[in-house]
């Protein structure tokens, strides 16, 4: 049964596949599949193959494919294995799977592309090995100290380098910490992705504490109001506010949650905030 339909002018449109049967598309697929092994014509998945005509000749014949979750004809899946994205970020495995020729190509093509927002995906995914963690935490400092760095002038010199180092890798690195393409989870597995980071924070620190220009954008503890600079790079002193973003010590911060509290910039903000709803509609009134 063909799917076509008319519009209001009466043109066909033309709908890809059949009533309970559509072939494949180039995307991106993030979720596991329950691989099952009877075939029923959900599962035949093939461009160019009718399950109302073929299904019981070719059935013995079909490939799995792991990416699509779908049955394929020889022709359209000849063998080739790769690793799958969903097998990565759910289980954290790398073995290679077979998967058709469509997937392996579109994830061939798009191997560095960062797409992947992996913790959206899966919220666990961080727990799925210690090295995951630590290369979280480092990619969060490295996006808070690129803030600091392209802003300084000293740090473009020639003395330092420092801003030619941060440029020369991928812009997805300094600007988000979530986001990863195939090739990023793969070098987080065998380290090298580490260490290709870890050097730039180190460096970035070492320069952004002992910089005066950089320091003079720290923050000070608004509660314990001491000298010691704060950063937000400082992921094991500070605690940042989810609301204004102002940063305190850890251990300032433990204890302004048990008194219940509230942040004291916010406080300020609010306070502010009803000044200037009152003086305006003095004005309008």
């Known amino acids: 049964m063909n799917n076509d339909e008319v519009d209001n002018n009466g043109r066909v449109i033309h709908l890809r596949g059949f009533d309970d049967w559509a072939p494949p598309r180039k995307q991106w697929i993030f979720s596991l599949h329950a691989q099952c092994y009877r075939f029923g014509i959900s599962l035949?998945?093939?461009k160019d193959f009718?399950?109302?005509h073929k299904r019981k000749i070719y059935a013995r014949r079909m490939r799995y494919c792991d990416y699509f979750g779908r049955?394929?004809?020889?022709?359209c899946h000849q063998g080739s294995k790769t690793k799958t994205p969903a097998r990565i970020i759910h289980q954290w495995n790398f073995k290679e799977y077979p998967v058709c020729d469509m997937a392996y190509r579109f994830l061939s093509d798009n191997y560095?592309?960062?797409?992947i927002n992996a913790s959206a995906i899966f919220c666990r995914f961080y727990n799925n090995s210690r090295s995951l963690k630590k290369l979280h935490d480092l990619r969060i400092q490295l996006v808070h100290i690129w803030s600091y760095i392209k802003t300084c002038e000293l740090a473009k010199t020639?003395?330092?380098?420092?801003?030619?180092m941060f440029t020369s890798v991928p812009n997805h690195y300094l600007t988000a910490f979530d986001v990863f393409s195939l090739s990023d989870l793969e070098n987080i597995e065998n380290g090298e992705l580490f260490?290709?980071?870890h050097p730039l924070v180190q460096y970035g620190q070492l320069h952004i504490e002992n910089c005066e220009r950089c320091k003079a954008k720290a923050f000070i503890c608004e509660l314990c109001a001491e000298d010691d600079l704060l950063f937000p790079f400082q992921l094991n002193k500070i605690y940042r506010c989810n609301e204004c973003g102002s940063l305190f010590h850890g251990k300032c911060a433990k204890k302004l949650i048990k008194?219940?509290?509230k942040c004291p910039k916010c406080i300020r903000i609010e306070i502010n905030l009803l000044v200037f709803i009152q003086f305006h509609f003095k004005i309008i009134y």
Do not use: E, K
Request: glycine residues 0%; aromatic residues 14%.
């Open 44 to 46: 035949f998945f093939c």
């Open 50 to 52: 009718n399950p109302l």
């Open 71 to 75: 049955l394929f004809c020889q022709r």
């Open 112 to 115: 560095f592309q960062p797409v």
């Open 158 to 164: 020639v003395q330092t380098n420092l801003n030619t």
């Open 195 to 197: 260490r290709l980071i």
């Open 259 to 261: 008194s219940l509290i």
